[in-house]
Structures are given as structure tokens and as C-alpha cells.
């Protein structure tokens, strides 16, 4: 089933900078929000809370070294 619902956009514009790629739906958006939510059921610390959608982010945008990269980088 497929419904509208109304949002700010300001949300649309937090949505769209959330998507791991131009045509990821709104649906798995908010989806992979909740499930961060849910996760709060783990107690996660607030920090560890912060640090962990910081580095989700930063995936998404791309800004992050492959396992090859570092052992280049690191010189092993």
C-alpha cells in the first residue's frame, strides 16, 4: 500500500541529504531512521549515538578508505 503524507521542507531537505544515492526512496530514508531508533532500545550511549550516524554519513557521502587504501597509505 502506498499512501502521501506532508512533511516540512525543511524535513525533505534533511531526507534528501540522508539518501545513500539520488533515487533511494523517501521509504528506506525513514526506514534506516527508525531502525537507528529502535537501536536506542540497545542503550546505546549518546556519544556512541552520535559518532555512529556521523560515520553513516560520511559513507553515504563517500568520504571513506578502503581496507586496500590504508594498508597503501600506512605503507604494509
Sequence with gaps: ??????VTDRTRRRLVA???HERQP??????EALDIVEE???ELSPEYRRRLARSRRQYRQGRYKTTKQLIEELGL
Excluded: C, G, P
Design 18 to 20: 540522508h539518501k545513500a
Design 26 to 31: 523517501y521509504d528506506e530514508v525513514i526506514n
Design 40 to 42: 536506542d532500545d540497545l
Design 1 to 6: 500500500m502506498r499512501t502521501s503524507i506532508q
